[in-house]
């Protein structure tokens, strides 16, 4: 069967989490990703937090499928020269360097022009123009310069970053929608373009109903849904807002049965409007459906903090997964805390490629997230990292280069 990306040939250029989480994107649509790499050392995620000695970590094989791996030195004389023939060949060039590094080894946006007027340049940087353009950025300093740690915790504690990957992977994710605009775009001028995705303004992008909050804020002074509202003060910025909903139905995590062993023993409970009556009857309250204190969502917020407490002593009578299923039944929105352990061995996500079980040839077996994003014509198969240089000469040789010459170049350290 077709993938939607048969035929586009990437140059990867990427390293640690953003810009590969990209890469395995376009390479999982399809793509014939070609990574970059340094002979000898490679990606640094090879090395880092590994949990088997001498064989490439989790970190990377999780974010490297589907690629083929080339080892050249850029800055080469003679490896710059194959990485030109690279450039003449590709599509796309996703790099994601420190500032100013791929024009240090020689490769401008107008010699790369020079070479491949049809080719896009991808970046991912820490920052876009301005006055931190030129700063090194990792995963949690874009989740704080981007607004997400101000607003994430809880108001008497200190800003709090996420375990979802925004700033990185979050930030690939947009890179990989302007590089298929561009390929788009080219289709119809025949021109490449640079792209930028920078990890702030992914990040900002992604709290955008937080820049929505401050806007409130100022106007009036107040959020009714934010836990600080009615007895807490506000300041001139948004607050942290704990577990509150961030949308118009309040909500909360609540303790379930078994909280007092089980860190993961809870449920997010929507008290969603039109299912107050319900909610109501389920925990025992009848007389709260009608009651003028407590019938109406604007009647209730001043209260949330009692009304979560009273239905927390309904949740705590029951696991999330008994109050899942007796919430569902009544269309009430909840949702367990799952652990990365029950995620790991749920069924469902097997089923549907979400979670994926990978054979590799010095790690053996391993766990992975495939691709998030289903497409009914251009099917996901999870095929396992490259290991080091696996395909230098497969790909020297698809370039032109005899096994003469490939020799030559690698004794001269070029590849
Ligand atoms: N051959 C020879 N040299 C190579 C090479 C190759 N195949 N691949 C990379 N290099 C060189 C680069 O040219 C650069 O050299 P220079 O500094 O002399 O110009 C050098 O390796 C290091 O690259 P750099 O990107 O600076 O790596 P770093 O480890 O110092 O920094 C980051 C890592 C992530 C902080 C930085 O790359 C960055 O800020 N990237 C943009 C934002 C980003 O993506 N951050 C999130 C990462 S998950």
Redesign the pocket.
């Known amino acids: 069967m077709s993938k939607a990306l048969d035929g586009v040939r990437i140059l990867d ?7 590969p989480t990209c890469t395995q994107l376009l390479a999982w649509f399809g793509a014939d990703v070609i990574k ?4 000898g050392a490679g990606d ?1 995620t090879r090395e880092q937090l590994r949990d088997i000695p001498d064989v490439d970590s989790l970190y990377f094989t999780m974010l490297n499928h589907n690629k083929r791996s080339v ?6 004389p003679e ?1 710059k020269l194959v990485l030109e023939a690279l450039i003449q060949k590709c599509d796309v060039l996703v790099e ?7 024009d ?2 020689g490769f401008t946006w107008e010699r790369i022009q020079e070479l491949n007027p049809r080719m896009i340049v991808a970046s ?3 920052f876009g123009p301005g006055p931190y353009e030129d ?5 949690n300093v ?1 989740q704080c310069a981007g607004g997400a740690a101000s607003t994430t915790g809880f108001d008497d504690g200190p800003p709090v970053v996420s375990g979802a990957q925004i ?2 992977s979050g ?1 690939g994710l947009h890179l990989a929608l302007g590089i298929v605009t561009a390929l788009y775009q080219r289709t119809l001028t025949g021109r490449g373009q640079k792209v930028l995705a920078a ?1 702030q303004d992914g990040v900002l992008n992604l709290c955008r109903v937080k820049l929505r909050d401050q806007q409130r804020l100022e106007r009036t002074g107040t959020m009714k849904e934010y836990p600080q509202y009615p007895n807490g003060t506000f300041g001139e910025a948004v607050p942290r807002a704990g577990n509150a909903s961030g949308g118009g139905q309040p909500g909360w995590i609540l303790k379930c049965k078994g909280w007092e062993t089980d860190p993961n023993a809870y449920i997010y409970f929507i008290t969603q409007a039109p299912v107050w009556a319900k909610i109501c009857n389920v925990i025992g309250k009848e007389e709260w459906a009608t009651d003028p204190n407590y019938a109406t969502p604007a009647a209730r917020l001043p209260h949330l903090k009692d009304i979560f407490a009273e239905i927390e002593r309904w949740t705590m009578t029951k696991t999330k997964f008994e109050a899942m299923q007796i919430l569902n039944k009544y269309d009430i929105p909840c949702g367990p805390i799952l652990s990365m352990k029950e995620i790991a061995e749920e069924p469902s996500l097997r089923k549907t490629g979400t979670i994926v079980e990978v054979d590799h040839p010095t790690r053996g077996k391993y766990l992975t997230v495939g691709n998030p994003i289903k497409l009914s014509d251009s099917p996901t198969e999870v095929k396992r990292s490259p290991l080091l240089g696996e395909h230098t000469d497969e790909v020297m040789t698809e370039l032109g280069y005899s096994p003469e010459q490939i020799s030559a170049l690698r004794t001269a350290g070029a590849i």
């Open positions: 250029f990427t390293h640690v989490q953003s810009g970059v790499e340094r002979a640094i080892t050249i030195d850029t800055k080469n490896g994601n360097f420190a500032p100013g590094a791929l240090r080894m991912v940087k820490g700063c090194k950025v990792y995963e874009a700033g990185d930030t990890m």
